[in-house]
C-alpha cells in the first residue's frame, strides 16, 4: 500500500520489484476522493490526475493487477459535484476492492471546526459508492469467466477453498489443500472472487 505521491516517487524501481513471480500483482492506492477541491482541502498532497496515474501506470505493466483503493465521503467541503467527481473516479480506476469510510471529524483537526453534512447525506452518499465499487468489481471479475489460471490455495472457505492467482485474484473450488497449486479454469464471476474447476472441466 502506498499514496499516490509514494508511489509516483518510487514507480520505476516499484514496478520493477513487482516482475518477480513470487510476488502477488496488488496493488493498494488509497485516493480517498475523486475531487481535486476535497483533497486540497484533506491536504492530501496530490491531484487527482495524479493518483489516477497510479493506476494506469499499474495497468500499463500488470493489465490484470488487483488493484484496491480507499475513499472517504461526507467529508465537510464534499460538495454534490464533488461526490460526483468521485463516482467518476471509481468508474474509470476499475478497482476491485474499495474501502468506503464515512467521514468523521476528529478533535484538535481542520475539519473538525467545519460545518459538518447532514448524516443522512453522508450515508446516502456512502451507500450509492459502495453500490457502484460493487458493481464494478463484479464486472471486472465478468471478464475473466472462460479462462485458465494456476492458483495457490491459502484458505478453506465457506463453500470450498480459496486460492490466488499470481494478481491476487481470489477464485474458489470445491475441493483443495492448502498450500497446493491448481489449474483451473473459472466459470463463474461473483463481487470480490471468482468460482473455478479443474482445468480440464472436471469439477472437484
Given amino acids: 500500500m502506498l499514496n499516490p505521491q509514494h508511489f509516483l516517487r518510487l514507480e520505476e524501481k516499484l514496478l520493477k520489484a513487482f516482475e518477480n513471480e513470487k510476488i502477488y500483482k496488488f496493488f493498494h492506492i488509497p485516493v ?15 491531484t487527482i490526475q495524479e493518483a489516477a496515474s497510479c493506476f494506469e501506470k499499474i495497468n500499463g505493466k500488470f493489465p490484470n493487477a ?4 480507499d475513499i472517504i465521503v ?43 453534512l447532514e448524516n443522512d447525506e453522508v450515508k446516502k452518499r456512502s451507500e450509492m459508492a ?21 492458483i495457490l490455495i491459502t484458505e478453506k472457505a465457506k463453500t470450498g477453498f480459496s486460492g ?35 482445468a480440464s472441466g472436471k469439477a472437484f
Wanted: hydrophobic share 35%.
Fill in 32 to 46: 480517498q476522493s475523486g475531487s481535486d477541491s476535497v483533497l486540497k482541502d484533506m491536504k492530501r498532497g496530490y
Fill in 66 to 69: 488487483v488493484l484496491a483503493t
Fill in 164 to 198: 490466488r492467482t499470481q494478481e491476487y485474484r481470489q477464485v474458489v473450488v470445491s475441493k483443495a489443500r492448502i498450500g497446493g497449486v491448481l489449474d483451473v479454469k473459472m466459470h463463474k464471476a461473483r463481487i470480490g472472487c471468482l468460482l473455478g474447476r479443474k
Fill in 130 to 150: 459502495s453500490a457502484l465499487a460493487r458493481s464494478v468489481s463484479l464486472g471486472k471479475n465478468k471478464k475473466f469467466v472462460g479462462q485458465n489460471a494456476r
Fill in 74 to 116: 461526507g467529508y465537510p467541503t464534499e460538495s454534490k459535484e464533488d461526490f460526483e467527481e468521485t463516482l467518476g473516479f471509481l468508474r474509470k480506476a476499475e478497482c476491485d476492492m474499495v474501502n468506503i469510510s464515512k467521514f468523521s471529524s476528529r478533535p484538535k483537526t481542520p475539519a473538525f471546526k467545519l460545518k459538518q
